[in-house]
């Protein structure tokens, strides 16, 4: 089936937030965020990626993403599995999208089905996020997190 882009038109913050989180346990397996070399972590940063070390899958270098692509430099990507236990340190951590920004925390949290297949992909300083969803899977998630249905535009390609 063919996939679209979904794009929210609204933060998902607090309640909806966190509905999604719980939502992709059943839907992704890796988690992913980035951290620019140019720019230090905070503490809560740092500390976060020690948490995080035991789900660790790999890390990589690289000037591109789900979402983005570098003009310049580079960036490490972070690729964690995403279960039962990462979703409640990232429920600790944030409690919007939006948020996951340097030097605060790691950049971009994005929710892959696979390493090559994103979800989720969002690029927090543009202030942008979107789905990649195909039909079936964009009905499931509206009826499972209805909050999402009005917040929702799908991207005419």
Known sequence: ?????YTLTQEPAQQVYYYILEYALNQVQIGLFVVRPNMPLSTQGANLIEELKPFIQKQIVSDEWP???LLIGNAIVYHFVYNRETLAILKKTSDRLYQWLQPDLPE???LLKSYNEPWLVSISHE????FILDEAEF???VINIPE????????MC
């Open 1 to 5: 089936m063919k996939s679209t882009n």
């Open 67 to 69: 979402g983005t692509r």
């Open 108 to 110: 971009d949290l994005c």
């Open 127 to 130: 202030k942008d996020a979107y």
């Open 139 to 141: 009905s499931r998630l």
């Open 148 to 155: 999402l249905g009005n917040r929702l535009s799908k991207d």
